[in-house]
């Protein structure tokens, strides 16, 4: 594939050196090696620590890094990237089984809060940092640093979607409630709308990349049937359930058929993506848990996955029976993908929660 042609760089070129292999825990009182990414094979049952570094001179670790995003290649699932609060951009072309880092220094430290992959083009990435959106088109030879970067003081990207019927549309939110799309792959900006809340989560119709989803931290959702001219705000039927308002995250089977939204009040299931939503009966009480990580059966949409911390939840019914697992970390589960190379696997994400 050309992928794997693409990205096999001289490994002395992308990987750490000599010392500081190793990525520093949180300052919280999470264990220092119980980070990073974790993989399922068998629906939780049990969990595998994917956390090699490989380097020059040793095998160095990620075990101690905080995970702010989980992206997986969508033309090939053995590509992942991965964004760390305080170390940069990572990747990894085995499944995780070991991970590297870019070239570009800037990318190698700090927080990456999103990574998004263009669904027609394997080389070309969107990596979101702070106020700036970088964008690669030769697989992370290079990196253009100002694709989109944000001027106003404490405004900062949020998250990335890129249609996959058009990659050349690109939508964009920030930390204000402003929502961007670009038209010509990040070339130039118009903003679509405002809502004065924070968006969180942009999610593309699986089925009509003209329909977009927009989950916000207060206001709830924002939805548009046909590509980003008119908006409907959906808020007032979830009054019923407090805090169902905040949006943690969204996620979609392979063919729209079901939108699970993570929110304060717990997990809503739309069949009209976004249009009504309903809770999903759970084994906690409304708002008693935290969750930010969810997964639907990419072909199933009875399958459910999501993940708090300590402990992993999963019904194969849609929601009427749930089963419980305990998690290899004390972290704060952040992101929870299938992998679709097995029907009962999962990559999840974890970063200590900050003080």
């Given at each position: ?17 000599g ?17 990073g ?14 956390a ?61 809060t999103d990574?998004?992959?263009?669904p ?9 940092k702070?106020?700036r ?25 949020t998250?990335?979607?890129?249609d ?21 792959g ?5 903003r679509?709308?405002d809502?004065r ?30 590509a980003?001219?008119t ?15 905040t949006?943690?995250?969204?996620a ?9 939204a ?30 930010r990580?969810?997964?639907v ?27 419980t697992?305990r998690?290899p ?14 029907p ?12």
């Amino acid at each position: 594939m050309r992928r794997a042609q693409a990205l096999l760089l001289p490994l002395a070129a992308l990987v750490l050196l000599g010392q500081g292999c190793v990525f520093p825990g949180s300052r919280s009182t999470s264990s220092a090696t119980d980070g990073g990414v974790f993989r399922t094979a068998d629906a939780g049952d049990s969990w595998t620590q994917l956390a090699a570094l490989p380097a020059a001179r040793a095998i160095g670790s990620i075990a101690g890094a905080n995970i702010l995003a989980l992206e997986a290649d969508p033309q090939d699932a053995a590509v992942l990237y991965a964004g760390t609060r305080e170390n940069g951009l990572i990747f990894s072309l085995d499944g995780a089984a070991a991970w590297q880092r870019p070239r570009l220094d800037v990318l190698r430290e700090g927080a990456i809060t999103d990574v998004e992959v263009d669904p027609q083009d394997v080389c070309t990435v969107y990596v979101v940092k702070g106020q700036r959106l970088y964008k690669t088109e030769d697989c992370l030879r290079s990196f253009n640093q100002d694709v989109y970067v944000e001027t106003r003081a404490n405004v900062r990207i949020t998250d990335v979607a890129v249609d996959w019927y058009n990659p050349s549309i690109v939508w964009l939110g920030e930390s204000n409630g402003d929502l961007h799309k670009s038209e010509d792959g990040g070339r130039t900006w118009r903003r679509v709308f405002d809502n004065r809340s924070a968006v969180s989560t942009i999610l593309v119709h699986a089925g009509d990349s003209r329909r977009v989803l927009v989950g916000t931290e207060g206001n709830g959702f924002f939805r548009t049937d046909d590509a980003g001219q008119t908006w409907t705000q959906i808020r007032d039927q979830l009054r019923n359930m407090r805090g169902s308002d905040t949006v943690r995250a969204l996620a979609q089977d392979n063919g729209a058929r079901v939108a699970i939204a993570a929110t304060s009040y717990g997990l809503l299931r739309s069949v009209d993506f976004g249009e009504t939503w309903e809770p999903l009966q759970l084994l906690t009480a409304p708002g008693q848990v935290d969750i930010r990580a969810v997964a639907v059966g990419p072909e199933r949409v009875e399958d459910i996955a999501y993940a708090v911390t300590g402990t992993f939840y999963r019904t194969t019914d849609g929601g009427q029976n749930w089963t419980t697992d305990r998690l290899p970390s004390t972290r704060v589960p952040s992101h929870l993908l299938n992998d679709p190379t097995a029907p009962n696997a999962y990559f999840l994400g974890v970063a200590a929660a900050e003080r």
